[in-house]
Nanobody, 121 residues
Framework: QVQLVESGGGLVQPGGSLRHSCAAS????????MGWYRQAPGKERELVAV???????NYADSVKGRFTISRDYAKNTVYLQMNSLKPEDTAVYFC???????????????WGKGTLVTVSS
């Protein structure tokens, strides 16, 4: 069984910074992509950033230049450094990973439980 355990989040003032981490554990053969999504109240879940097995990354336009995603392959962990936070960044942030549990497995999506980030003065 695979688990994604997130840490980070909390209350921060506009312009502040936070760092999320998400560690994958369990019966993992390999991990393709890891990333972060967020869901603000009354809105759909949206992609924030993703980092693929080879290291390529993609970011939502709204966070480019402010957020940085990184990955520790040895620890099966992904990080999201969030700088220059804005009130509109307030949301529940979810970790996502596409994980293969065996050599014949094509991979499936796993999700963390989510952590709340509130940007407010």
């Amino acid at each position: 069984q695979v688990q994604l355990v997130e840490s980070g989040g909390g209350l921060v003032q506009p312009g502040g910074s936070l760092r999320h981490s998400c560690a994958a554990s369990g019966s993992i053969f390999s991990i393709n992509a890891m990333g972060w999504y967020r869901q603000a109240p009354g809105k759909e879940r949206e992609l924030v950033a993703v980092i693929r097995r080879g290291g390529s990354t993609n970011y939502a336009d709204s966070v480019k230049g402010r957020f940085t995603i990184s990955r520790d392959y040895a620890k099966n962990t992904v990080y999201l450094q969030m700088n220059s936070l804005k009130p509109e960044d307030t949301a529940v942030y979810f970790c996502n990973a596409e994980i293969r549990v065996g050599i014949l497995d094509n991979g499936m999506d796993y999700w963390g439980k989510g952590t709340l980030v509130t940007v407010s003065s």
